[in-house]
């Protein structure tokens, strides 16, 4: 050992009498996350991850009714075309140049949608909640997906 070693470890003993080393930022570091990660791993198996924000107690949720029970919005034969064809596609310019029709049309198209399931109760913000309605109503099954 140097003299420094003989030092540290001479002058730096834990509560347990195991000598403590000065950390490196990188060492501290590191240690922090393994800490963080043993910490993340015992909530998991605790199933208990603590979230953000403000708790709200769990309600029971009521069930949906079968899909044959589910009020459908009128599409029309364009609006379900236009629509299989933005699932089916990264984008919505892919959508346009596919069906030789303007990005606005798409959008038009894609709005009047979206209100026409709002209007049944059936809102449908996001392109996986289309998808969602789009199985549910049969105008195109997970396999075309």
Not at 25 to 40: F, I, M, N, P, Y
Request: proline share 9%; glycine share 2%.
């Amino acid at each position: 050992m140097t003299a420094t070693a003989d030092r540290v470890v001479t002058a730096h003993h834990a509560p347990d009498h195991r000598p403590v080393f000065p950390m490196t930022w990188e060492a501290r570091r590191h240690a922090d996350a393994v800490r963080r990660q043993q910490e993340a791993l015992e909530n998991l198996t605790q199933r208990r991850m603590p979230l953000p924000g403000r708790q709200v107690p769990m309600r029971e949720r009521p069930t949906a009714p079968p899909a044959d029970e589910l009020e459908r919005p009128a599409l029309t034969p364009r609006e379900v075309e236009v629509l299989r064809t933005w699932l089916k596609l990264d984008s919505k310019p892919a959508v346009a140049e596919a069906l030789f029709i303007s990005l606005g049309t798409v959008n038009t198209h894609l709005t009047r949608i979206r209100a026409k399931y709002a209007d049944v109760g059936r809102a449908a913000p996001t392109k996986a909640s289309l998808v969602a309605r789009a199985v549910q109503d049969g105008h195109m099954s997970l396999d075309e997906l």
